[in-house]
């Protein structure tokens, strides 16, 4: 049998585990040193974690990050589920403009959504401005966009979640005097939960994640963590911010276990997503 | 089949609000794109191509034509594909090891590639700061290399891993039976078969990295500024919407050549499972 690999595919293979865990372990001790400028070592400290939990506007930015994340999540995981059903359930000529339609917002070059969201939204604002009533940029504004690129991921998660499933399902549901709704509510939407959960916890971490999208439709009042960090690296690194890295780290190490827990594969069927 | 009241219970919200937030966006920025700029920020008629001329390279005061811009496209190009070959090259052998391993262990490894997948971008891009600093290398092409392929390689490895691990490997011992030397066994009946997932791959690392401007911005330095930096730089301190808009455009023309040709060679199947 083809278990065995050659030692050098090994070697190469833990090479490139190195260079993946490299930046990040440098990334944490370095949130330990107690030196301002971060080249030496200049002994052990959890100082800048303090530093870190007293800035005000860190604690804004996470805030405002979490509330993106949320209540983005939950709007695009219900739009989202329902394209992945529709796409699954009902066969239409529109199939392949509907799927470049979902692919469009995961391959378009982030740079390019977010300046053509600010020019949306400046527009719509100078519409609005002649009926006297107007909005900033900020919470919104944002909450919108990371939508906008949420809602494929998730479609396209439940979709090939329920790809293996038989559609008669449904129908066996309805002959058996299930109404729509009962038959969506007892037998789809069991079938997609962990398709649905999966995307939504996709959906919830490039939230997290998008710095491009949110600094162009964020405006100046509203941070967000990466754009936080982004301003902090372009006037120049300070050892808080290391430690500020070293926690969303941490953060996201929990997530993903709990959420490989969560989805761990039923024997049987191969799990994807 | 779908019926209109189907297709508002299920596909329409969604396909609602992309048209809102995605398609409408796109068209104003072509709008744009044809409009001039007055100062500030500001954008007004008449309509022009001037903006599409200077994307183009034609310099509309000096009525000459300067290809400063293709030049920081080919840069772009040239820069995206010579990191996606890196990619390629600590990718591609990491997915067959992966695939190859024992299904717990799989599994495991799997989870290591994950992590720093999911760690954010910048947090990702920034720590090189930290590595390469001692050394002089921020900014540099050098720190611009190292980034990208360290932020876009899981983008990689996951499509192909995909493709590896359904590789049916009777046709390399059959191959081999037969008399092909390893290397030969090898491409004649391993590499077709994983040849979608590694089109996928260098699709997903390809097209982030043209589109970038955060890599180059933070660890490049001005001199291997990218076309994502251009288009940013109009959105900022430049002010020139119109220019930036038709730099978006030659941007997004590139990606969806990209994609038209992806789409060409793995039909809709191929698209629905590029992510």
Known sequence: MMRRTHPALSAWAWLVYGFLYLPILVLIIFSFNDSK?????????????????AREDVREALTNTLLVALSSTLISTVLGTLVGLGLWRYSTRFRLPLTFLLVTPIVIPDVVMGVSLLMFYSLVRGGLELTGWTFENGFWTVMFAHVTFQISYVALTVRSRLAGYDRSLEEAARDLGASSVQSFLRVILPLALPGVLAGALLAFTLSLDDFVVTYFTSGSGFRTLPVLIYTS???????????LSTLLVLFTVIAIIAANAIMRPRPGRRGEA | MLTLRRFFATLG?????????????????????????????????????????????YDALFREWVPDNLRVLGRSLLIAGFSTLLCILMGYPLAFYIARQPARRKSFLLLLLIIPFW????????????????????????????????????????????????????????????GASPIKAFMAAVFPQTLPGLIAGILLTFIPAL?????????????????????????????????????????????????????????????????
């Open chain 1, 233 to 243: 690296v372009k006037k120049g690194v300070t050892p808080d911010i290391n430690a």
């Open chain 2, 13 to 57: 919200p969604g396909v609602l609000w992309l048209a809102v937030f995605l398609i409408v966006p796109v068209a104003i920025m072509f709008g744009y794109s044809l409009l001039t700029r007055t100062d500030l920020a500001q954008v007004g008629g008449p309509l022009t191509l001037e903006s599409w001329g200077r994307v183009f390279g």
């Open chain 2, 119 to 178: 760690t954010n971008f910048l947090i990702r891009v920034y720590a090189w700061i930290l590595i390469l600093r001692p050394f002089d290398l921020v900014p540099s092409l050098t720190a611009t290399f190292l980034g990208m392929v360290y932020a876009f390689l899981p983008f990689f490895v996951l499509p192909v891993y995909s493709s590896v691990e359904k590789v049916d490997w009777r046709l390399l011992e059959a191959a081999q039976d037969l």
């Open chain 1, 37 to 53: 400028f971060g080249a030496t070592w200049a002994g052990f400290t959890t100082k800048w974690y303090g530093v870190l939990l």
């Open chain 2, 211 to 275: 589109g970038t401007f955060v890599v180059s911005d933070i660890l490049g330095g001005a001199k291997t500024a990218l076309i994502g930096n251009l288009v940013q730089n109009q959105f900022g301190q430049a002010g020139d919407w119109p220019y930036g808009s038709a730099l978006s455009f030659l941007l997004m023309g590139a990606v969806l050549v990209g994609l038209w040709l992806y789409a060409r060679s793995a039909g809709q199947k191929g698209l629905e499972e590029l992510i």
